[in-house]
């Protein structure tokens, strides 16, 4: 029987030769991910009240990626929890301070091609980049699979999205999924599988197609996968990944979709959505001239490397505009080091950019700089919901890096390629 990347990797995980959409199956979890805020937090009461430990500690990845910096009581609690939680638990892979989760799991190599993987987020389809079946669940299911090892899972039926053609210069992933999202709406994933293919997608690097899988939550959508190839291997072998299989995780030929849809890379134009939705989104030409307060880059479809790198390209030389404020908060400890060394991070502070921690921040609508009343600002970040990141009267649009870059120079929204000619 013909089966989808989706198929493939729920019956590995099932134990099974193969599955049938709609099927009931019980998969074994080869990783579990938490963070901080959904975490152990959430997860140790409940342990402590059935007695139970974890099944397996080395499959537990937890990262601190919200309430960080820990400012105030609350914070250092939910921090504190945590840590004492990986000492308790024997959770070697703890990564504490180091940067947002979707982004620090993969590159420490935790991800491979054909595993199955839970995380205690909504954006956990991010692992779907790395042709990994990865979805995000709640705390009480995350207390299941750690307990037991295993979740329940109605097999997925597939939407396939097609990119031919290739990005032009100025136009990236974070606008490939602001179209999608604009044309198939919040719920256009149907909580099923959404796999993408096609030119455009194969030319893409793993952080591009780390955007792309990430805002499979926008649409709706249970995973985002891309089947792996070269570019995988070689990035995840970088990272201390081993035995990275690429060739057995792809959709055979024949196989059977939910729907189709297909999109040319080549004829679009960078994408803005309106404030409050992913789903409001529309070419960048018809919002050009609205001002902004604000232009953040961070979270974690817009402040990795490559992310600093095309913002960086727009403001190398430039300042912000008066009155413009310009944030930059990178993605991991990692890709900050790696953007200072090659003068990437200099290129953003000398254009009048406010240096935020490694983490989720305003995005997930804690800490210290969330968006004062009345603010308007255009963001990198993969949500604009009405008080999201601060203040309800705040209103957020949503752009790539180039984007938001461009807005932050002209002081309104601008067509970033005309920056880049």
Known sequence: MAQTLAQKLVARAAGKPAVTPGEIVTCRVDLAMMHDSGGPRRVKPMLERLGAKVWDPDKVVLATDHYLPANDEESRKIIHIARDWAKEAGVSRFHDGEGICHVVLPENGYLKPGMFAVGGDSHSPTGGAFGAYMFGIGSTE???????????????????????GRLSRGVASKDMMLAIIGRLGLDGGKYEAVEYSGSAVSALSMQERMTMANMTAELGGQAGLIAPDEITREWLEQRGARDVDTKSWRSDADAAYLEQHRMDAATLSPQVAAPHSPANSRPVSEFEGTRIDLAYIGACTGAKLEDLRMAAQVLKGRRAAKGVRVQVAPVSARDQATAQAEGTLAALLDAGAELLPNACGACAGYGNYLLPENTVAISTTARNFKGRMGAQSARIYLGSPYTVAAAAVAGTIVDPRALLA
């Not at 207390?143 to 097609?162: D, F, S």
Request: charged share 15%; hydrophobic share 50%; aromatic share 8%.
């Open 142 to 164: 995350m207390v299941g699979v750690l307990v037991t090892g295993e979740i329940w899972l109605r097999v997925p039926q597939t939407i396939r999205i097609e990119w031919s």
